[in-house]
C-alpha cells in the first residue's frame, strides 16, 4: 500500500525552527518527485516546496524562499522540511503529496502535521 | 505566477442535485488541471487530473470539462458524502491552487 506518515510538527515560538519528516512506503521513493503544501487555519492550500527525486532539483514559494530547505534521504525513504525564522503566518497543517499515477497531479497524500507558530 | 479563482464560493444543493462548480487560471494551462475534494479534518483528494480524467476509484458521477483557462467540475447527482470543499489546482507551471466551493446542504 502506497503510504506517507508527515511528522515532526508542533508548537513553536516566532523565529524558532522546526524539521518535519515525511515516511514514504509502498513505491520507489527515490524515482518520483516530493512536494510541501500546507494549509492554514480555516484557509485553502498552498504549495510550498518540491525536490526532484535525486534530490538534485529543489523548488520554493516565494513565502517560504531563504527560510525554509527542502531536503531528502533515499536510503531511508524519507523527505524532510527545515523551516528556520518562523512566523505566526507559517502556521500551518503541512502535507507532502507525490505524483505517482496522475500526470503531474497530487494523487498521493499524507494525513498532515500541524505546525503552530505562536508567543 | 498564475493565479487560480473558483465560483461560487459556496454552492448549496440538495441531495440528488446537479452542482456545476467553476474554475478559472488567470493564464492558459492548457489541460493541466487537477480538482481536489477535502472534508474536514482529512486531507485533499484527487478527484480529477488531465481537466477530464477520473483518479482511481472515483465514481462516475463526477466529471471535468475545458482547457486553457476556463474549467467546470459537475457532480451529477449529489450524495451525502460529496458535500465538501472542492480545491481546483493547475500544474501547468509550479503548482498553485484556487481557493475552493463549498458545497453544503440546501
Known amino acids: 500500500e502506497v503510504q506517507l506518515v508527515e511528522s515532526g510538527g508542533g508548537l513553536v515560538q516566532p523565529g524558532g525552527s522546526l524539521r518535519l519528516s515525511c515516511a514514504a512506503s509502498g513505491f520507489t521513493f527515490s524515482s518520483y518527485a516530493m512536494s510541501w503544501v500546507r494549509q492554514a487555519p480555516g484557509k485553502g492550500l498552498e504549495w510550498v516546496s518540491a525536490i526532484s527525486g535525486s534530490g538534485g532539483s529543489t523548488y520554493y514559494a516565494d513565502s517560504v524562499k531563504g527560510r525554509f530547505t527542502i531536503s531528502r534521504d533515499n536510503s531511508k525513504n524519507t523527505l524532510y522540511l527545515q523551516m528556520n525564522s518562523l512566523r505566526a503566518e507559517d502556521t500551518a497543517v503541512y502535507y507532502c503529496?507525490?505524483?505517482?499515477?496522475?500526470?503531474?497531479?497530487?494523487?498521493?497524500w499524507g494525513q498532515g502535521t500541524m505546525v503552530t507558530v505562536s508567543s | 505566477e498564475i493565479v487560480m479563482t473558483q465560483s461560487p464560493a459556496t454552492l448549496s444543493v440538495s441531495p440528488g442535485e446537479r452542482a456545476t462548480l467553476s474554475c478559472r487560471a488567470s493564464q492558459s494551462v492548457s489541460s493541466n488541471l487537477a480538482w481536489y475534494q477535502q472534508k474536514p479534518g482529512q486531507a485533499p483528494r484527487l478527484l480529477i487530473y488531465g481537466a477530464s480524467t477520473r483518479a482511481t476509484g472515483i465514481p462516475a458521477r463526477f466529471s471535468g470539462s475545458g482547457s486553457g483557462t476556463e474549467f467546470t467540475l459537475t457532480i451529477s447527482s449529489l450524495q451525502s458524502e460529496d458535500f465538501a470543499v472542492y480545491y481546483c489546482q493547475q500544474y501547468n507551471n509550479w503548482p498553485a491552487f484556487g481557493p475552493g466551493t463549498k458545497v453544503d446542504i440546501k
Open positions: 503529496p507525490t505524483k505517482i499515477a496522475a500526470a503531474g497531479a497530487f494523487d498521493i
